[in-house]
Nanobody, 117 residues
């Protein structure tokens, strides 16, 4: 296990959550990290990524609602999620960008986010 994701719970539409990802990655501070999500029947989606200099990128589906950040002193990546929608329901994984979706479970177990309408 390279990462431990946490913070996923069930919330109502419009709610907020903060996901955490504690990583045991060599040279974490130099690693481009991302949050991915996988919902049943849907393709895996890279929702956000953050570079070592903390520059960020977001998928259109979450832009303006999610904020990714990192604390290199703690080898941790965060995902602040606001204005949650039922379409955000998924298992959220963090990993280095470039990891194939089928390999995400090799990094960590993921954390389930469920948004009820």
């Amino acid at each position: 296990v390279l990462v431990v994701e946490s913070g996923g719970v069930s919330v109502a539409t419009g709610g907020s959550l903060r996901l955490s990802c504690s990583a045991s990655v060599f040279r974490f501070d130099e690693t481009l990290m991302g949050w991915f999500r996988q919902a049943p029947g849907n393709e895996c989606e890279l929702v956000s990524r953050i570079r070592s200099d903390s520059s960020t990128h977001y998928a259109d589906s979450v832009k303006g609602r999610f904020t990714i950040s990192r604390d290199n002193s703690k080898n941790t990546v965060y995902l602040q999620m606001t204005s949650l929608k039922p379409d955000d329901t998924a298992v959220y994984h963090c990993a280095a960008v470039g990891v194939e979706c089928r390999a995400l479970s090799n990094w960590g177990q993921g954390t389930q986010v469920t948004v009820s309408s």
